[in-house]
């Protein structure tokens, strides 16, 4: 969804704590559009329709009283949606230099991401289930707590693979498909 919203406006918002469910404003000029297209053309266009999808909910909610939205950044673990995980621990295996960067003008290290693991998305689920019409007509952030650097995963899995990775930080990553931070996921863990 944030690969849609008003760019300048999210950055605004970012913090340690990461970009909250409120912070979703949709792009309303176009020359933002346009921005958003030629960064990531495909994400702009996914998040962009489950954005509009949200919207109609929410603009439609006396017809539609029973939805609860949940917002996920790059999926990792059994069930991986685009497969980048899989692909990361490849590229550290076959010894590829991997790209660290994630945005123009913004140090790889000072960058923060957010992920999500596939199990407990299963398991926020349920809890959203049990708690019934509590959830209705609301927005959830599911992403793990820690929201590590890109140059950080990277190690981290290679470690765990007991290799040693080479690390570029003027290549573009193929990691990350949400790309300017981390996301709050504080009202999440409320439940």
Request: net charge negative; aromatic share 8%; charged share 25%.
């Amino acid at each position: 969804v944030f690969m849609a919203c008003e760019r300048s406006k999210i950055e605004g918002y970012q913090s340690k704590s990461g970009l909250k469910e409120e912070h979703a404003i949709p792009i309303n000029n176009k020359q933002s559009k346009r921005e958003a297209k030629e960064r990531n053309y495909y994400q702009y266009e996914y998040g962009g329709g489950k954005l509009d999808c949200e919207l109609c909910l929410q603009e439609n909610s006396g017809k539609f009283d029973r939805y609860t939205i949940l917002r996920l950044p790059d999926v990792i673990g059994p069930f991986d949606n685009l497969g980048s995980f899989l692909n990361l621990q490849k590229a550290i295996l076959g010894n590829h230099v991997i790209g660290t960067r994630a945005i123009p003008d913004v140090s790889p290290e000072a960058h923060q991401i957010s992920l999500c693991y596939a199990p407990d998305v299963a398991k926020v689920v349920s809890i959203l289930l049990q708690n019934g019409k509590d959830v209705f007509k609301q927005i959830f952030h599911i992403a793990c707590t820690e929201k590590p650097t890109i140059p950080e995963l990277i190690k981290m899995v290679a470690e765990e693979l007991k290799v040693e990775c080479k690390q570029d930080p003027g290549l573009e990553t193929e990691l990350v498909s949400v790309d300017f931070g981390p996301i709050c996921n504080e009202k999440a863990k409320q439940l």
